[in-house]
Every structure is written in C-alpha cells, then in structure tokens.
C-alpha cells in the first residue's frame, strides 16, 4: 500500500501515521561516550583504553531489537527529514507543533507518546500540553531532534553500572529478571498521504528478520529475510526521484 500510493497514509479514524525512534549502535556508542565524558573528567590515556564498552547490555529490549515484530520490511527516515516533508505538504510551510500526547501503558511496555500536527489545529489539540526542552522528564525536543531518557524500569536489576576510578564497570546483581520496557512513539496528524518520491522510499527501505516471539503483523511475511531482500530488488522506483545521501536514519516504522 505504502508502495503503491508513493506514501505513508493513516489508516484510523483519529487520521494519526505512527512512527517509532530508530536507536542504533552508533546511537548506543555515542551516549555511551557522553555518559562517561560527563561523568569522569580528565581521563588519562590509560584509563581510557580500560575502559570497555557496556551501554549495549542496557540496550536489550525491543526498543533496540534488531528484529521487526510489524513485518519483514521498515522505512527509517532522518527525523529532520520527515519533519521537513512534514511541514512542506502539511503544514503550508510552517513549523509543525509537537506535544505531549500521552503514556500508554501495557503489562510489560511504557509508550510514550508525542503528537506532531500541523498549526492550524491548534485549537483542536489546544489541551495537551506542548512538547519542549523541559516539558517532560522522559522526552524532549530540542527543534531537531527528539531527546529520550531510556530507563531501566525493573524490581530486580540483572546488571548495574560500577565505578572504579575513572571507569565504569558492569556487575552482576540479581540471576531472575523482572522489568518493563519503555519506547518513544511520534504520531502525525494526516488526513492524506504523506508523499515521497519511490526512489526515496526504496532507499530508506531495508528488510528485517521477525521476531522469533511476538508478531504483531497484519499481512502475509515473506518465508525468510532472502525471500524479503529479493522482494525488495523487484521494486522499481521513479526516474525523477530525488537522489538519495545516505544518512543515519533516527526514526522509522515497520510495514508487513
């Protein structure tokens, strides 16, 4: 469907195309290299070859899954990007407004939600409180990226973050695990088609292996990630689309 009408369509009632943060390695890498120039100050040159990474056993659950529980395919987008096309074909050029839209709670999963609409339905969305820099303890927005607090929701902690000296060290605390995992989502209010050109679609498209224990897709899943990537090389995309720069992608959602 996504295909076929070049674009990305809200398919409820509400006319809301959700969206979720794509975290990467890099992504993972960079924070992790945050924490500790703001935590140690002057490390020497030994100190910082001891150190080994460990942000990435923190970064488990399916918010940084590798896996697709929605299917075999997923666009992921520079959220710069969208905001960009966003604001071009739905909001007359001006800047889209974000809020706070809401927390959706389930048995093991926090979703954060933050609404983006366009400034004339200001006065329908009038009630919910606006998203800024400060406005929540859990995600921000700093007018070009979305900045999330991920948090370790949990009674019993498998591992927890040790320091010795100037370095962090991982150590193991509690063998049985109960946690609850949290996420970011972004819904775009759209009452038609949010376009791009098929070369732009093709490029940010990429093929995904399902999750081996929760499947959440509507449609048919090709019988292996093979069958997906050569799935995907029969899609021929325009002539005149835009040429594509490869970007690291910070938002994405999954299509069966």
Known sequence: MIWNSGGFRATN???FLWWSLNINKEDITAAEERYITNEFRGRSEAEIAAQSPFLSTFTTSPAFSETSRYGNFRFTFPLTELMEAYKN????GQEPVLRVFGTRLFKQE???VVLVHSPQFDEEFRDIPL???TSSPVVAYDGHQIIWKAQAICETHHFQIETSGKTVEIQNKHPFQFYVWDHVSLVFHTKDILTFPKRKLKASLSCLKL???????????CSSLEAAKNFLKTLVDDENGEEHTQRSGVINTDVD
Not at 89 to 92: P, T
């Open 89 to 92: 074909q739905k909001c007359d």
């Open 110 to 112: 926090i979703e954060y």
């Open 211 to 221: 999750d081996p224990k929760v499947n959440l897709s509507c449609g048919e899943n």
């Open 13 to 15: 009632p509400e006319s």
């Open 131 to 133: 998203l800024t820099s």
